[in-house]
């Protein structure tokens, strides 16, 4: 997920779980049936509360799932880093299914950087204990299911601690959520944001983990980092070869990386690519979430060759920018102008005077991409994070919500 970029289902008493389960016993495969789906695409919004926090003002009629972010891994046990002021904020949130009863309110754990995971993972009774705290957590709050966002299982990520007994410990972890989640009186969500790279999947065994959730929502964002000094799309939907793109300074660093073996993928990174790596490892495709960026990512000091698209910038990555402020700053701005790249599906502006290259999401781009989730089938499509959208007319929300509802 893009940090502060990047969405379910044995009747079996808690106790008897935890007393009499072993390590391996917890993974043992039994698959569990998933909640109902919507009749449509789902639109999950992940969502911080603004400083200007107006939850009557959420357009909560467009979606079907608002996952509040963030709790956090804390002395092993679930919760809000300050839950007198946050608290309040999600419990508000919860009251607006009034304006829409089918709404699935969920509450995110974890994010970028956020540590504690691996720890909390590490034994039957350090799990037992996390769940035990969800479980009051989603009972207090009276909330419709919880999303994993371990960042990453096996994969150090900001400094997080990560082991090798990570990814069967994921695997238990969600099943004892999963059991858990079942065992309340409502139906409940299970869903965890998953990366959208390659060498993710090999520290997270989805044959056995997609058997626990209902949705693996992957973060097709930031697939060019704010650690990156060459520019490229961040949140392409569109499969670029390497070859399309051979010549350029972007094309030299993807084949470095990969003949180093730091990459497993010569070629760009996109949606429909990891989507289809995650259908030929078997996953189903009503269990795919995909991901669009409510900000974009701007280099600076970009020489002017292909309209700034992969090269090399003056200087690295200068920073991320919320859409709304895209639209009021650079949308608006004569010096800006925009291009569409049909291979990778994607919008760019480049502003030749300042040498400024902008990697975004805009409301073709998101209609595009909700578009393909229902061609191909998948779950539906996510975003991070609803309080960067524009409150003008012709929103990200409001593109997203008319492509799903076109048919």
């Given at each position: ?17 935890w ?27 992940y ?28 002395d ?33 754990c ?8 691996s ?27 919880m ?70 929502n ?38 470095s ?51 700034g ?62 578009k ?21 007319e ?14």
């Amino acid at each position: 997920m893009f940090k502060t970029s990047f969405p379910i289902l044995l009747l079996l008493s808690l106790c008897l779980i935890w007393s009499c389960s072993s390590p391996e016993e917890s993974q043992q495969s039994t698959e569990i049936e998933p909640s109902p789906e919507p009749s449509g695409p789902v639109i999950m919004a992940y969502y911080v509360p603004e400083r200007d926090y107006q939850p009557e003002k959420i357009p909560v009629e467009k979606l079907t799932h608002i996952i509040f972010s963030f709790t956090k891994v804390i002395d092993g046990e679930m919760k809000f880093q300050d839950e007198e002021s946050t608290g309040p904020k999600l419990a508000a949130l919860v009251q607006q299914k009034e304006r829409h009863p089918d709404l699935k309110v969920m509450i995110a754990c974890g994010g970028w950087g956020a540590d504690g995971f691996s720890d909390m993972a590490l034994t039957v009774e350090s799990r037992a204990r996390f769940i035990a705290s969800a479980k009051d957590f989603i009972q207090k709050y009276q909330l419709d299911g919880m999303d994993m966002d371990w960042e990453y299982p096996g994969i150090s990520g900001a400094g997080t601690m990560a082991r090798p007994e990570d990814k069967d410990n994921f695997t238990a972890l969600m099943k004892g959520l999963r059991e858990m989640l079942d065992s309340l009186d409502t139906p409940q969500t299970l869903t965890f944001a998953s990366a959208g790279w390659k060498r993710y999947f090999d520290f997270v065994d989805m044959d056995e983990v997609m058997k626990y959730a209902d949705y693996t929502n992957v973060m097709t964002y930031d697939q060019v980092s704010g650690n990156s000094i060459y520019t490229g799309h961040h949140t392409p939907l569109g499969g670029v070869k390497s070859e399309e793109i051979q010549g350029t300074p972007f094309h030299a660093h993807l084949d470095s990386i990969y003949q180093s073996g730091r990459s497993q993928d010569p070629h760009p990174r996109s949606a429909e690519k990891i989507v289809d790596f995650l259908l030929a490892r078997g996953v189903k495709p009503n269990q795919i979430v995909i991901g669009s960026a409510f900000y974009g990512r701007v280099w600076g000091g970009v020489p002017a060759d292909n309209n700034g698209l992969y090269q090399l910038s003056g200087r690295m990555h200068i920073g991320w920018m919320a859409y709304h402020q895209i639209r009021e700053k650079y949308e608006q701005d004569s010096n800006f102008e925009r291009f569409w790249d049909e291979k990778a599906k994607a919008p760019f502006m480049y502003n030749a005077q300042e040498g400024l290259f902008v990697s975004y999401d805009d409301t073709v781009s998101v209609a595009l991409k909700t578009k393909y989730t229902m061609d191909k089938g998948l779950g539906g499509i996510m975003f991070w994070e609803l309080g960067n959208d524009t409150k003008e007319e012709g929103s990200l929300l409001d593109a997203i919500y008319k492509a799903a509802n076109s048919n």
